[in-house]
Each structure stands twice: as structure tokens, then as C-alpha cells.
């Protein structure tokens, strides 16, 4: 079936929808709105029987939001167990088990069913005696794991201390000495490593021998002080990979659960063609790789965000959006649904730090320059952009608070403080609407031409949906578009 007749469908009052659920629990679970059993000739699972104990729908929630990382999208799916017969399912382990949501006629064959989310359950929860909800969480939840918990080991008094992940180029970091009582083998990642650019002693230069095949250098002497080093980290596959889209790839798939099915490689793959902006981020404790993920995505304003079908995927706040918008008219939404939700903080001017100085420090050896005791001593090097007609236009400041970003150069910082500041220096606006089953088919960041009788949307005002919330048995969605 085409998405076109997909749609049609959708749109059919008479179509009988009928969302079918699969969670792969020990015992898998098969669940539908009404009975539903597959036919003898089914590829992929003949005379299996669905049953109909969903009730209420089958609502999923998603967001993106203007500012700061995006949040799990979640959903529920509540089961009728008002005769007790789903008791023992609470028994069952629920956690971090793949869910699966199909939707068709109750009349297709299971192959025409068309997947509508792809996620993880939280949990199986009873919030009546009636009732059990089948929590749902997208698949961030996931990467909601240490990026490394391998310890140095060996006798050392370092012995349990993580050994520490670099990925990009990262300029004076302290390594984890392999023996502080000698203090001359560093370790500044846990497997194969690009390069040493420099290693110093209270900030002093000194030479080194690099075994870049462990992530470990050694310096030719024993140090009289603090180590630190400049380095390019992690070459795994024999690949160097320093920018924002790549890394991200890297610590899904060899830090964290996921393989590349997992990855919408469109979306990434035209991600890094237009970004391609060197970054670095240096681990030396316990983080989660969502955590370092959403970082590295936050440097270039774009958030790591699932598709409805649990595909992996960069997406940024951009205005105008991309081409080809799809068209939201008045004969999409219900009568009366169109409202403004909220307006954005229209803001003079952008700080943004940049090549962080890892280790900043205060006792450095007299002999080096002044104006590079001043480079070891601050954390961050800023930019700013600012726009003094807004600041005077809104009686605003272009002062502002810093926000840090692992990007390493002046210019890729100051261009990305421009793109900040020319996106919020002029008020946005959010507009909820809730439209009928056809547009249950747009996910994030879509492109949309938002059409109403007020707010000055007569002539249509092209944006970008940043909320979705779905209920694709009843056939509505609720939309948020930033226009």
C-alpha cells in the first residue's frame, strides 16, 4: 500500500481502525483493539491471535523542544484486565522490552498493517484494579548507558578508575597516570587513538613516546608537575572522527546498544554534509552516552531524536524550514482547535564558549609567556553576536549568559552564535491545532504551511512541527508548529 493510499484510508470514515501491539517480553504479548488473528499464509507470523484487550486508544507523545536537549517521548496503551485474566503479566519482566504499534483494517492481512511507532516499554503499571498501561518510552531510553565502565585494574591505587574516552580533538586534558608513583605512562583513551599533538608539565612542553594503538603516551622524563595533554581521540575501525554527526554514530553504535538499522542514514548522512564543523569532548568519568550525545548535537543547536519508527536522528530548529511544505488548511483541522500556544523570548545577543581548555590552571611555571599562562588559566574561549537595534527596539541586553559548546574554532562558534541570534532576535510563535487522521502521517521537524482565519495565517505562514501528539485509533493528532 502507498503512502497515498495510506492516506485515503485515514481519511475513509468507514474504515474499521484497528491498532495491533507486540511487546517481545520473555512470553512475547499480542494485543488489538478488536479480536484480530493473522491468516495460515502470513510470511512473517501465520494464525497468531491478537487479543483485543486495548482500550482507550493508543496515544504517543513527542517532542522538540526550542531550547535545550529533547526529551523521551512517552505513551501509554491501557488494557481492559477488569476479569483479572493479566494479572500474572505484572510477573513478567516489562523493562527496556522492544513494543511495536501497527495500524490497519480489521479486515487486511497482517503484511498490509502499517508500523506507526517503534519504541521500549518503561514499565507494566496498574493504575486501577480494572486497568494495566503498557508504558512506552522511545528508544533514547536505551542509550541511557555508561558510555565506558572499564577500569585501569592492575595493583595501582588507580586501579579502579575508569579509563577515559576521547572522541575528537581535545586540548590540555588530564590523563589517568598508569602508576602515580611514577607518574610517566598517561592513558587519554580506552582503545586506538589518532594522535599526542602535545604533552606538557605545568605547562611547559616535553617530549613523549605515543602508543596511540592503547590511547597512552610516555613522557621522556619523569614531570615535576601537573601533566596535561592535546590530543585526538578515538580511531576505531582505523577512523578518525571529529565531527558532530559522526560521533554521534560512533557512540551509539560501538559505545552504546544500537547498529546502523537503527540509524536513519539519510538523515545523517545529510546532517554531515552540512555540518562538518571539528568538535571534541573528553570523558574521564562515568556519563551516559545520551548525555554526551545530546551535548555534542546541543554545540551546533540540533537534537538527537528518534522517528515515530524508532530510526535515529539528527534535527534542528530552522526557519524557514526545508522546501515542500505540507499544507495545513482549515479542512485539515477540527473547527475551533487553532491556538497559540506560546511565544518565544526574542533575545539581542548570543554568547557561546568554545575550545574548552580541559584542566584550567593557576601554577604554571614562570618561565612561560604571560599570554599563555592567561590561555591555561580560562576554561573557555567566547564569541558573541549581538544586534543593538533589538536590544534597544525590546529595551533588552545583548548581555547575556554563556552557553558552552564543544566546538573548536573561532569561526565555526561565531557562525553558529550569528545563525542563533538572526533565528531568536525576532519573536516565534507556537500554534496548536488538532487535525484529523490524515496528517497522523508527519513526524518532527517536518515542513508544514500552517492556513487558519486568525493570527495572520489567512495567506498560509510556512513552520516547523516541533509536538505531536497521536491517537491513531481515534484518528486525531495534535500538532505544535513553530512558525
Not at 308 to 316: D, I, S, T, V
Request: aromatic share 6%; net charge negative.
Amino acid at each position: 500500500m502507498t503512502d497515498k493510499e495510506f492516506i485515503a484510508w485515514l481519511r475513509d470514515s468507514r474504515a474499521r481502525r484497528c491498532a495491533i501491539v507486540e511487546v517481545d517480553t520473555d512470553t512475547p504479548r499480542r494485543l488489538a483493539v478488536f479480536p484480530y488473528t493473522t491468516t495460515p499464509d502470513d510470511a512473517d507470523l501465520p494464525n497468531i491471535s491478537y487479543t483485543a484487550r486495548v482500550r482507550g486508544g493508543v496515544a504517543f507523545t513527542e517532542s522538540l523542544p526550542l531550547s535545550g536537549s529533547a526529551r523521551a517521548s512517552y505513551g501509554d496503551i491501557e488494557l481492559d484486565n477488569t476479569d483479572g485474566a493479566l494479572d500474572e503479566w505484572l510477573l513478567d519482566v516489562w523493562v527496556n522490552r522492544d513494543v511495536r504499534v501497527y495500524l490497519g483494517d480489521v479486515t487486511w492481512p497482517r503484511g498490509q498493517f502499517r508500523l506507526i511507532m517503534s519504541g521500549v516499554c518503561e514499565d507494566l503499571r496498574s493504575r486501577t484494579p480494572e486497568r494495566l498501561n503498557i508504558v512506552l518510552r522511545d528508544k533514547l531510553e536505551l542509550l541511557n548507558t555508561a558510555v565506558s565502565e572499564a577500569t585501569l585494574g592492575g595493583s595501582t591505587v588507580n586501579k579502579d578508575r575508569l579509563l577515559p574516552v576521547c572522541l575528537g580533538e581535545c586540548h590540555n586534558i588530564t590523563p589517568l597516570a598508569l602508576n602515580p608513583d611514577i607518574n610517566e605512562t598517561q592513558i587519554f583513551h580506552v582503545g586506538q587513538a589518532e594522535r599526542v599533538i602535545e604533552a606538557r608539565d605545568n605547562a611547559v612542553p616535553v617530549a613523549t613516546t605515543d602508543s596511540l594503538a592503547g590511547g597512552r603516551t610516555t613522557l621522556n622524563k619523569s614531570p615535576a608537575g601537573q601533566v596535561t595533554l592535546s590530543v585526538q581521540g578515538d580511531k576505531t575501525g582505523g577512523i578518525y572522527r571529529n565531527t558532530v554527526g559522526a560521533l554521534i554514530q560512533l557512540l551509539m553504535t560501538e559505545y552504546g546498544p544500537f547498529d546502523a538499522s537503527d540509524l536513519d542514514s539519510d538523515n545523517f548522512a545529510a546532517f554531515e554534509s552540512s555540518h562538518p564543523q571539528p568538535v571534541g569532548v573528553y570523558i574521564p568519568d562515568r556519563r551516559t552516552v545520551i548525555d554526551v550525545c545530546r551535548e555534542l548535537a546541543a554545540s551546533v543547536g540540533a537534537n538527537l531524536a528518534p522517528s515515530r519508527l524508532g530510526l535515529m536522528r539528527l534535527l534542528k530548529i530552522e526557519l524557514p524550514p526545508m522546501a515542500d511544505p505540507v499544507s495545513i488548511t482549515p479542512d485539515s483541522y477540527e473547527m475551533g482547535s487553532l491556538r497559540l500556544l506560546r511565544r518565544s523570548t526574542v533575545v539581542a545577543g548570543v554568547r557561546l564558549g568554545y575550545c574548552r581548555n580541559w584542566t584550567p590552571q593557576q601554577d604554571i611555571e614562570t618561565g612561560v609567556p604571560k599570554s599563555s599562562r592567561d590561555l591555561f588559566e580560562q576554561e573557555w574561549l567566547t564569541v558573541t553576536a549581538t544586534d543593538p537595534a533589538v536590544a534597544d527596539e525590546y529595551k533588552i541586553s545583548t548581555e547575556v549568559e554563556q552557553e558552552n559548546t564543544l566546538l573548536l574554532t573561532a569561526v565555526d562558534a561565531q557562525a553558529e552564535a550569528d545563525r542563533r541570534l538572526a533565528l531568536w532576535s525576532e519573536p516565534r510563535f507556537v500554534f496548536g491545532v488538532r487535525c484529523y487522521a490524515e496528517m497522523l502521517t508527519l513526524d518532527l521537524g517536518d515542513a508544514v504551511a500552517l492556513y487558519g482565519d486568525r493570527f495572520g495565517l489567512a495567506g498560509g505562514r510556512t513552520g516547523m512541527v516541533v509536538g505531536i501528539r497521536s491517537d491513531w485509533v481515534a484518528g486525531r493528532v495534535d500538532l505544535e508548529v513553530l512558525i
